[in-house]
């Protein structure tokens, strides 16, 4: 699997950037979460200050990746489109006192260090954003789980006007 490795907290103070693409093959997690393994994910990463000075990671992730509709076992294509600030602590201590001193849901605190692989963030960011339980809006068989000809159950189609 692939490794992006740098120093986080001096990614951050040199307000470095890196961008590049990773297979969903290289990112095995989340490719056991898909069809077919195939496809990529583009990322980039910028370093800078959060206002409180502590190190801060923003990340953005676009791709496309084919998922398991959980209603018709095909496949269905997922737009992956995130865009994530990390404010780097230099331990879980600090991790949980800056979660405190921030209080900020739209921030993710995590533990930094000089070996930060960016792959694994990007990875888990993915990870976060796919739907529980992913299912076409129509699946393209017309729904082949029901028997042709008979209508839907009063409980089915409950179920679809929830949706
Ligand atoms: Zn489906």
Redesign the pocket.
Known sequence: MSQVIVDGFAFCRQAEQREGSAAIAELPRLAAETFNQQGAVHWSFRGGRHPKDYAQLNMAVTGDVALV?Q??L?P?SHAIDTQTRLVLAHDEQEADAIEQTLDDDAIDVIVGSATLDLMQLVEDEVLLSLPLSP??PT??DGGAAHTPGKPDSPFAVLQKLKK
């Open positions: 509709c209603r018709c095909l269905m299912r076409h699946c393209p």
